[in-house]
Every structure is written in structure tokens, then in C-alpha cells.
């Protein structure tokens, strides 16, 4: 019988997101097969999701703003694994695992993993920052037992020309429980006074650059204006707080409905006739991952990642991150009923290419 083990997983908060969410369902997956779980949050500061966490059978929370340089830091760390006999160690913050990696090798850890959950560099890059990324990514290579990423774009970024072929590295898409996108009948058009002949275009995800919300918000004040009967719906940490003011400007805050942070994102989901992501970067896109699965028309970029995503019949709904008119007339012509794309086995497509038993599985194999 294979002896239980302790686990670290390296974060920087809990706030919800791509990876936290992630995180958190393959804990509810896989809990029971450690011994004991930690969760490591090197910004000092828990989050949104930190309850969810906590209701779950093994998992402790640790909370520790760790320096990019201070030795001290990571003598705390040293420390911490040794008075946790800690087996495993797997660190979400690509390169930034580095110090990490090297600390849990110093410390005897026989397993230490290294997840890219990014695509490219998330920082403002500059010569001194860039130098101590390739220190740091160069330390992840040399202590890192297994490199892991959620997309073959990361890697080819990452590690061009070293990953393939290297037994090290391994592509471990992201897992997602079908049932409650497929099993859901309920929207939220009451809750947001939609008429039920509106056509809803929605998208979810967090405020920022990446996500590329300006594109967002022209193409859905431009659609409102034109269509009477045109809805948008967007949700995520920090929408409404950042939009709400364009909205008003523009008379549209009976069309344009924004929200921040929501828990029922199935519901939102089954609210829309049209999922809108225009990503300008993405590591794999969790996001449109459940829009699929609740077998929504969608219009997306055609960033590396998504393509890497996204079933090849349905690349022709993909436009430049940016194109606005484009994607205007790829949303009309969903609305109109004129798109060539017919999306009735979408949902299974991704069900079966996502499935979360086998996903997790996988990443737990690699954790072992």
C-alpha cells in the first residue's frame, strides 16, 4: 500500500482565478490521497477562495510574503519544509519557483515541481528584471524534478527547444468537472431584468491586461447601440469597479451589466447566447473552457493558446485580440443564425477532452 505524503503547493494568493480554481478542484478531487496538504500563499495574504480551501479534509493554509532576494526568506522556508517533513513541493509560480525548488532541494525534498500556468512573462520587462528571471528560470531547470505547463505554447515560450524529447517536462491541460455546466437550467435574466427574447453576450475574468477589457467594452457598447435587442454581461475581481464609470458615460448600464467576483458562474453562463474572449494572453483559457462546456457559441483570439485549446473546426471563430469589427460580425452573425459553425457536440468535445478524473489523475501521478 502506497504510504500517504505531506504536500506544499506554492501560491501567490487565493483570490479567484485561473489557478486558484484549478487548485481548488483538484484538491476536492484528490485530497483524500495525501496525507497532509499545504498551501503556501508567498504574497502574505489569503483570498477569495480561502474557505473553500479550508472545508476540505487535510488542507492547511500558510500565509508568508516571501522576497524575491532576501536570503532570509528562504531560510524560513528551509525551515518550514524540515519541521513539516514535507515530501512533495510544487510551486504554480513558473520561473519565480526557482528559489523555491533550489531551498526544497537543499532541504532533501525528493520531489519538487515546477507548474507554468502562463503563457509569457506577466511582469514589465526590463534589462535588471530580466536578468533575474533568466537566474531564477535557470534555477527551476537545474532543481526541478518535473517541469509542468498547461499548454505547449508555455513551454515552446519557456524552454524553447529543451522540453520536447525531455522526460522532465510534461503538457497537463486543465481538468474541469462537466457536471455542473452540463446539468445547470438555470440563468439569471430575472435577477438582471433581461428580456428573454435578448440576445446575451457575455464574458468572465478577472480585470486586467491580459484580458484585454478595453477591446471588451468598445465591441459591447458598439453592439448595445446598434441592437436593441443585444445584451452584454461581464463578471470577474474588479470589472465593475474599473467599467462601471464607461458604461454610465455611454447611457448603457440597462445593456451593459457588469459584475465583480461571482460563485454561480453556471448560471451566468446558461444567462449568455454568446461567450465573447478576446484574450491578448492566456496560459490555457479555464474561462472559455466553461463556456464550451456549457456548449455556447463563442468568439475568442487566436492567440497560441486559445488555438491550442479550441477544437481546429472551430478556428474560424477565432479573430486578432484587438479586431474589433471582426468580432462584431463574427458575434452578428451567431445572433443572426448566419455563422457555418454548428456547435450541438461542443459540449461533449470538451467533456471528454477535459475530463477531470483523468486530468487530475495525471497530475497527481506527477506529484507522487
Known amino acids: 500500500m502506497e504510504t500517504k505524503s505531506n504536500i506544499i503547493f506554492f501560491t501567490t494568493t487565493l483570490d479567484s482565478g485561473g489557478l486558484e480554481n484549478y487548485l481548488l478542484r483538484f484538491l476536492e478531487h484528490k485530497a483524500p490521497e495525501f496525507k497532509r496538504i499545504i498551501i503556501f500563499c508567498k504574497g502574505g495574504k489569503g483570498g477569495q477562495l480561502q474557505d473553500k480551501y479550508l472545508a476540505i479534509p487535510n488542507v492547511e493554509i500558510h500565509l508568508k510574503q516571501i522576497s524575491f532576494f532576501n536570503p532570509l526568506d528562504y531560510f524560513y522556508i528551509y525551515k518550514f519544509f524540515n519541521n513539516n517533513e514535507i515530501d512533495s513541493v510544487c510551486d ?6 526557482g528559489l523555491v525548488l533550489w531551498t526544497a532541494k537543499k532541504a532533501g525534498i525528493n520531489k519538487r515541481v515546477a507548474f507554468y500556468r502562463g503563457s509569457n512573462n506577466h511582469f514589465q520587462e526590463s534589462k535588471l528584471r530580466l536578468m533575474y ?16 505547463s498547461n499548454s505547449k505554447t508555455a513551454l ?41 427574447y435578448a440576445f446575451v453576450v457575455g464574458h468572465t475574468g478577472r480585470y486586467n491586461s491580459a484580458k484585454n477589457h ?29 467599467l462601471q464609470a464607461t458604461v454610465e458615460r455611454e447611457n448603457l448600464s440597462d445593456k451593459i451589466i457588469l459584475s465583480n467576483n461571482r460563485t454561480d458562474i453556471p448560471k451566468f453562463l446558461k444567462t449568455l447566447d454568446c461567450f465573447y474572449f478576446p484574450s491578448k494572453s492566456e496560459g490555457q483559457p479555464n474561462a472559455l473552457l466553461e463556456a464550451m462546456l ?19 473546426k472551430y478556428h474560424s471563430l477565432l479573430v486578432p485580440p484587438k479586431d474589433e469589427l471582426s468580432a462584431i460580425k463574427k458575434i452578428e452573425s451567431i445572433m443572426n443564425d448566419d455563422c ?29
Open 340 to 368: 457555418d459553425i454548428k456547435f450541438e457536440n461542443l459540449q461533449s468535445e470538451i467533456a471528454d477532452r477535459f475530463n477531470a478524473e483523468k486530468l487530475f489523475n495525471e497530475f497527481y501521478q506527477a506529484l507522487q
Open 294 to 312: 456549457m456548449g455556447l457559441p463563442f468568439v475568442a483570439s487566436n492567440i497560441a493558446p486559445i488555438m491550442e485549446t479550441v477544437p481546429k
Open 92 to 97: 504554480f509560480t513558473g520561473n519565480f519557483a
Open 133 to 148: 528571471d533568466k537566474f531564477v528560470k535557470n534555477l527551476v531547470y537545474k532543481n526541478a524534478t518535473n517541469i509542468l
Open 214 to 242: 478595453k477591446t471588451i467594452i468598445k465591441v459591447a457598447i458598439e453592439l448595445c447601440k446598434k441592437h436593441d435587442d443585444i445584451y452584454f454581461l461581464m463578471c470577474g475581481n474588479g470589472v465593475k469597479d474599473n
Open 156 to 196: 515552446n515560450f519557456f524552454y524553447p527547444n529543451k522540453w520536447e524529447n525531455n522526460s522532465r517536462f510534461e503538457v497537463i491541460y486543465n481538468g474541469i468537472n462537466s457536471e455542473p455546466f452540463i446539468e445547470e437550467k438555470e440563468n439569471l435574466r430575472s435577477e438582471f431584468n433581461i428580456p428573454q
